[in-house]
């Protein structure tokens, strides 16, 4: 089992920075690959970036790449999402999740970001 907490969201303007932290319990967290999704305001939710379990793998949406990076840190359980340059459609709640297997089997509470134009 694994208990996931997002943090980090906020308001920020247009070409703004925020980084979003998850917070992962259990002892297992290291051999999961980790996930960042966001959902909009009447928007299916959507893939933003993978990171390997390892952190040298990682993955991001076309439309995130280059703005936003994603990295994990084992020994204090946590991955990070460090986004740039943030454009008002990147106002979304964002989750984190790990992978179980073929799929995304845990999911944290959300953490919302605003984007002000």
């Known amino acids: 089992q694994v208990q996931l907490v997002e943090s980090g969201g906020g308001l920020v303007q247009a070409g703004g920075s925020l980084r979003l932290s998850c917070a992962a319990s259990?002892?297992?967290?290291?051999?999961?690959?980790m996930g960042w999704f966001r959902q909009a305001p009447g928007k299916e939710r959507e893939f933003v970036a993978r990171?390997?379990?390892?952190?040298?793998?990682?993955a991001y949406a076309d439309s995130v790449k280059g703005r936003f990076t994603i990295s994990r840190d084992n020994a204090k359980n946590t991955v990070y999402l460090q986004m740039n340059s943030l454009k008002p459609e990147d106002t979304a709640i964002y989750y984190c999740?790990?992978?179980?297997?073929?799929?995304?089997?845990?999911w944290g509470q959300g953490t919302q970001v605003t984007v002000s134009s």
């Open positions: 990171i390997s379990w390892s952190g040298d793998s990682t």
């Open positions: 259990g002892r297992t967290f290291s051999s999961y690959a």
């Open positions: 999740a790990a992978q179980v297997g073929p799929r995304y089997g845990y």
